[in-house]
């Protein structure tokens, strides 16, 4: 009995390490890795780290309010309303995005564009002060 009880936690524990989301598209661009920095009354600060692969990309990231349709990777790059900038070799980069509405929930969608391969889009919800 407890041999059996032992084979199943080791396979459930394997299936769930297989299961494990990765942070790479199936392009195989890493998605950028992005952490919010300081939330005001109506601004927004954040850092990105890039990968290796992402270098010669280029940034696009966009902030909504949380109640609208999330966005799809393809949409996010396609908006006129995102914002956008050139890698240009730089692992690490500090942006704002100025204008927000307070006590307002928002989602920031970024990812990362080299050529046509867009890496896997990253999320973050908060809320302005």
């Known amino acids: 009995m407890k041999r059996a009880l032992a084979y199943c936690i080791v396979l459930f524990s394997f299936l769930c390490m297989s299961c494990e989301e990765e942070d790479v598209a199936e392009g195989g661009i890493g998605a950028p890795g992005v952490e919010l920095r300081g939330v005001t009354a109506n601004q927004l600060s954040f850092a990105v780290n890039f990968e290796e692969d992402a ?3 280029r940034f696009y990231y966009i902030t909504q309010t949380s109640d609208k349709a999330s ?3 393809e949409e996010l790059k396609a908006s006129p309303y995102a ?5 240009n070799g730089s692992d690490f980069r500090k942006y704002s ?3 927000l509405a307070p006590k307002t929930e928002y989602t920031l969608y970024a990812l990362v564009a080299v050529g046509d391969q867009l890496s896997k889009m990253v999320t973050l919800t908060f809320t302005t002060e």
């Not at 914002?83 to 890698?87: E, G, M, R």
């Open 55 to 57: 270098l010669n990309g």
């Open 71 to 73: 966005l799809t990777a």
């Open 83 to 87: 914002t956008s900038y050139d890698v």
């Open 97 to 99: 995005m100025p204008g």
